[in-house]
């Protein structure tokens, strides 16, 4: 890539899952001279879900603006795009990972969520799922990873979560990356 292909934009793409659709996704992407910086695929129900973050020059970014219509259309995808920048990210202290896990109970990740929210506290990726345990009760379990910000105090920060994983009844390990 140039010194002119800092240009970026996040492309999402939806759709029933079937076999040969990230192949037909990528080869568009490198078709129309982009680069994937970013990606991420998960399925969900019946769903194929694609996000991916692209970078390329001015040109580039234009080729996948007005080619990726056509082709959705082509391979049955809901597609969404917007232009966008390298992320700046703030100072932080250390970064982490949340797992935790318990019973599934309505609100529980809305709560941590929250409790994120509320210790400023930016969410940098974040996956969940339930399951049936061996007993067949339904349980949940989650990973968040995020920068603590130099302005937040770790052990406060765990205390307070601590408190938190009692009234939500999670067990929980923390984890530092970076």
């Known amino acids: 890539m140039t010194a002119h292909s800092n240009h970026q934009i996040v492309l999402t793409a939806i759709g029933e899952d079937r076999s040969g659709i990230v192949s037909e996704l990528t080869q568009l992407v490198s078709d129309c001279h ?14 194929f879900t694609f996000i991916m973050l692209l970078s390329g020059d001015m040109s580039a970014i234009s080729r996948i603006e007005h080619t990726l219509p056509t082709k959705a ?9 917007k232009r ?14 949340l797992e935790y896990t318990g019973t599934d109970t309505p609100g529980t990740l809305s709560k941590v969520t929250r409790f994120f929210a509320d210790n400023n506290i930016i969410i940098c990726s974040l996956k969940s799922d339930t399951y049936d345990d061996e007993e067949a009760v339904m349980r949940m379990r989650c990973e968040l990873e995020f920068n603590i910000p130099v302005e937040v105090d770790v052990d406060q920060f765990k205390i307070s979560f601590e408190k938190l994983s009692h009234l939500l009844n999670v067990d929980y390990i923390f984890r530092r990356i970076r």
């Open 84 to 97: 966008t920048a390298s992320h700046n990210q703030g100072a932080f202290r250390a970064g982490y990972t």
């Open 73 to 81: 259309m082509e391979l049955g995808l809901l597609t969404m795009m």
């Open 34 to 47: 982009c680069n994937i910086i970013d990606s991420r695929i998960a399925i969900l129900g019946n769903e």
